[in-house]
């Protein structure tokens, strides 16, 4: 049982409510392919964002079983309920009064699905970190390292990126050769001043629902070809971009970007099952950004999630010309252009 739920395993429960707000990341070194019980299978770092965020409102009560019920943008959703559930019962084990209790959640997104935002990671946070207050409601803990720690342990439980959104900034999850790293939490990253605020605008090629769930690409890791060789990779572009973002490098930072966006695509492209999630505008649109580049010098990067749409990542610094640029010549490639930053965690509210 791990340390950070034992001090839960026996309490009586009690009616509570909690909301929280808590953001969307981007990773820059990916999380792909895991071992059982969410261990990934290579350390990865994110940015937290700051507009894409998660409202969560959570009521917890005492009930003979366990049901959920849960309203997105005040509709009914069965699906998702059923996936809260289904994360409730895998914790039963550390806390098992966890098995009678009524859980009503009204939760609400600030960007729409199909963003090329995973929605997962501020969605599991905000409610993981409801549960990580209910859990102190229930018997006090008034250490707050323990608390993020907490809520990081629980949120990758239930989608292993959610655990690197309980902390604002740019973010660390799995062993690596960082003090205090774990395959259990994420931790918090100090990076160079010059780069502690970046933008992200999210080119959304295509909002169409993905054909091949994350799930789905993370199992296909196992019987790759090219998983320990992926995995190596990984680990040397995360301690790489680490010693980038710490010296304030942002061209380093950049071609590790993008060198990790490629590499997760190209594990799609060559897993045993192959399929691609990119269009034919993220393709154009990553020659228009690699022309732009070698013409100007200026430092606008790319990195893609599982999915067709680009994040283009820059520092503040430099957001005049860039933001020129993508307006002219990159939104006539896309459905809908989103913008965002480096933002500074979640926010009890
Ligand atoms: O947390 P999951 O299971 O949705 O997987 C996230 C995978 C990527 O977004 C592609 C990479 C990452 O590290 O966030």
Redesign the pocket.
């Known amino acids: 049982m791990s340390q950070l739920l034992a001090p839960f395993h026996s309490v009586t429960i009690q009616d509570f409510e909690s909301s929280w707000t808590s953001p969307a ?3 820059f ?4 392919g ?1 071992k059982s019980h ?1 261990i ?1 299978a290579n350390p ?1 770092l ?1 940015m937290t964002l700051s507009e894409c965020t998660t409202t969560t409102k959570t009521k917890f009560q005492a009930a003979n079983g366990l049901t959920v019920r849960l309203k997105l943008n005040g509709k009914s959703e069965e699906k998702f309920a059923t996936k809260i559930k289904d994360y409730l019962e895998s914790l039963q084990d550390e806390l098992p009064w966890i098995l009678n209790l009524s859980v009503e959640i009204e939760t609400s997104n600030t960007f729409p699905h199909g963003a090329g935002i ?1 929605s ?2 501020s969605g599991l946070s905000a409610f993981a970190l409801t549960l990580t207050e209910y859990l102190t409601h229930l018997k006090s803990d008034t250490e707050e390292t323990l608390f993020y720690k907490r809520a990081s342990y629980l949120s990758r439980l239930a ?4 655990c ?1 959104s309980v902390y604002g900034g740019f973010t660390s ?1 799995g062993d690596s050769a960082l003090p205090e790293s774990s395959d259990l939490f994420a931790t918090s990253l100090k990076v160079h001043p010059k780069l502690a605020a970046l933008r992200d605008t999210v080119l959304v090629i295509s909002s169409e629902e993905k054909t091949i769930s ?2 789905s ?2 199992g296909r890791m196992n019987e790759h070809f090219f998983a320990e060789a992926r995995y190596s990779q990984a680990r040397d572009n995360f301690s790489r971009c680490i010693s980038a973002l710490q010296r304030g490098e942002m061209d380093d930072v950049g071609m590790i970007l993008e060198a990790e966006a490629l590499a ?1 695509h190209a594990m799609m492209l060559t897993s045993p099952e192959p399929y691609t999630l990119l269009k034919p505008n993220t393709l154009s649109a990553i020659n228009a950004i690699w022309d732009f580049r070698k013409e100007t010098n200026l430092p606008l990067y790319f990195t ?4 067709p749409n680009l994040h283009l990542i820059y520092p503040e610094s430099q957001k005049n010309k860039i933001t020129t640029f993508i307006s002219h010549e990159l939104a006539p490639l896309t459905e809908n252009i989103i913008h965002d930053k480096t933002g500074i965690g979640p926010k009890k509210c």
């Open positions: 990341n981007i990773a070194v990916k999380y792909w895991k969410q990934p990865s994110s995973a997962s990671a989608s292993g990126s959610a690197r999850w994350s799930r690409g993370h997760l893609l999630d599982a999915g």
